[in-house]
């Protein structure tokens, strides 16, 4: 298991595969469910604003028709399966993929799942759906009174090919990570007693400078909260900045880190497993999209059916990228390799 830090006793879904296959058997009943996710109170025309049944196109799933009107409205419009050709059932497999596996699926293990026969579809796909985690929560994170927040930075990167000797493409991830204090209860298992993680944030960030490193705390943690950080300076300025601040001086020792910070520890231990495993070559320029997508998962872990409908941009609007658009990057280090 990749992210231990879960409560899997917390962990409320109900929604099994055989659940799913039950909920979303075909075309007709995908569609069924983004018209009850759109019109909750029955379907409303947008042309002509008139309530009543729509007609259904069965060579035309994702399309109603206006009895009165005559007018086509598209299911689809708005969400991140607007214009594509894939069928609604792919696309609600993908996002139930997404969401519900913890380490997260890779284009070529998509494919396969699928019987998908391009890579690119695969690929695009997944893509678009984490176009849906690109923009995470905003809203600042420790928010709750006397919450506590670990507050830490990593280097992520590793072994270049093609460059000079001791030339790395390391990259500084900050992180800020809600402690939450387990409910005592009566079971009689060790691991339940103690702290979890709450929501994170992570963020890349150009150096360990005070600017950088409590920029980001203010960024993304409420003032007010306590942090707990290690002794480097550049946190120092953090109680002026309206922070109830305690340093552990962690003086390059592990243990006395795994003691006073042991939360951020394990997040960044899990997101560098993450990465390690899953995304075998995550470049610097991607690696926000990925940070993105780590915690739009992470924050989601107790709640995977809300992840589901966030991904497919039934909550919300979400504009996912193009292939083409995700090949035309600026990219300047195609070179990198072997992340962390
Ligand atoms: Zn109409």
Same mark, same amino acid.
């Given at each position: 298991?990749v992210?231990d830090?879960?409560?899997?006793?917390?962990?409320?879904?109900?929604?099994?595969?055989?659940?799913?296959?039950?909920?979303f058997?075909?075309?007709?009943?995908?569609?069924?469910?983004?018209e009850?996710?759109?019109?909750?109170?029955?379907f409303? +025309?947008p042309? +002509?604003?008139?309530?009543?049944e729509?007609?259904?196109?069965?060579?035309?799933?994702?399309?109603?028709?206006c009895?009165? +009107?005559?007018?086509d $409205?598209?299911?689809?419009?708005g969400?991140?399966?607007?214009r594509?050709?894939?069928?609604?059932?792919?696309?609600f497999?993908a996002?139930?993929l997404?969401?519900?596996?913890?380490?997260?699926?890779?284009?070529?293990q998509?494919?396969?799942?699928?019987?998908?026969?391009?890579?690119?579809?695969?690929?695009?796909?997944?893509?678009?759906?984490?176009?849906?985690?690109?923009? /995470?929560d905003?809203? &600042?994170?420790?928010?709750?009174?006397d919450e506590?927040?670990e507050?830490?930075?990593?280097?992520i990167?590793?072994?270049?090919?093609?460059?000079?000797?001791?030339?790395h493409?390391?990259?500084?991830?900050? +992180?800020?990570?809600?402690?939450?204090?387990?409910?005592r209860? *009566?079971?009689?298992?060790?691991?339940?007693?103690?702290?979890?993680?709450?929501?994170?944030?992570?963020?890349?960030? /150009?150096?360990?400078?005070?600017? *950088?490193l409590?920029?980001?705390?203010?960024r993304?943690?409420?003032?007010?909260?306590?942090?707990?950080?290690?002794?480097? *300076?550049?946190?120092?300025?953090?109680g002026?900045?309206?922070?109830?601040?305690?340093?552990?001086?962690e003086r390059?020792?592990?243990?006395?880190?795994?003691?006073?910070?042991?939360?951020?520890?394990?997040?960044?231990?899990n997101l560098?497993? %993450? !990465?390690?495993?899953?995304?075998?070559?995550?470049?610097?320029?991607?690696?926000?999209?990925? !940070?993105?997508?780590? $915690?739009?998962?992470?924050?989601?872990?107790?709640y /995977?059916f809300?992840?589901?409908?966030?991904?497919?941009g039934?909550?919300?609007?979400?504009?996912?990228? $193009?292939?083409?658009? !995700?090949?035309?990057? &600026?990219?300047?280090n $195609?070179? *990198?390799?072997? %992340?962390?």
């Amino acid at each position: 298991m990749v992210i231990d830090v879960l409560d899997r006793d917390e962990l409320a879904f109900p929604h099994s595969l055989p659940e799913f296959q039950r909920l979303f058997p075909d075309e007709a009943a995908c569609a069924a469910y983004l018209e009850r996710a759109r019109w909750r109170e029955g379907f409303v +025309c947008p042309h +002509c604003a008139v309530a009543d049944e729509p007609r259904y196109i069965s060579t035309r799933r994702s399309v109603l028709r206006c009895r009165h +009107c005559r007018r086509d $409205t598209s299911l689809t419009a708005g969400t991140v399966m607007e214009r594509t050709h894939t069928p609604l059932s792919v696309w609600f497999w993908a996002a139930y993929l997404v969401a519900s596996q913890t380490p997260g699926i890779s284009a070529v293990q998509f494919q396969r799942q699928l019987g998908l026969s391009r890579y690119e579809t695969a690929f695009q796909i997944l893509h678009k759906l984490r176009a849906g985690m690109v923009r /995470p929560d905003q809203d &600042k994170i420790g928010s709750k009174p006397d919450e506590i927040v670990e507050a830490d930075e990593t280097w992520i990167g590793g072994r270049t090919r093609g460059k000079g000797r001791g030339v790395h493409d390391m990259v500084l991830v900050a +992180c800020a990570v809600e402690v939450r204090q387990r409910k005592r209860t *009566s079971s009689l298992n060790k691991r339940k007693i103690g702290r979890y993680a709450g929501r994170v944030r992570l963020s890349v960030v /150009p150096d360990r400078s005070a600017k *950088s490193l409590v920029g980001f705390i203010e960024r993304t943690v409420a003032t007010g909260a306590t942090i707990i950080t290690d002794d480097w *300076s550049s946190y120092a300025t953090l109680g002026k900045r309206g922070y109830r601040h305690t340093a552990v001086a962690e003086r390059g020792d592990m243990e006395v880190a795994e003691t006073f910070l042991p939360i951020i520890h394990l997040v960044f231990s899990n997101l560098k497993t %993450w !990465l390690r495993g899953i995304h075998h070559g995550v470049s610097p320029q991607h690696l926000q999209a990925y !940070l993105d997508e780590f $915690t739009f998962r992470f924050n989601r872990r107790f709640y /995977p059916f809300n992840a589901f409908r966030s991904l497919l941009g039934i909550a919300g609007d979400v504009t996912a990228q $193009t292939y083409a658009e !995700l090949y035309s990057e &600026k990219s300047q280090n $195609t070179t *990198s390799s072997g %992340w962390v």
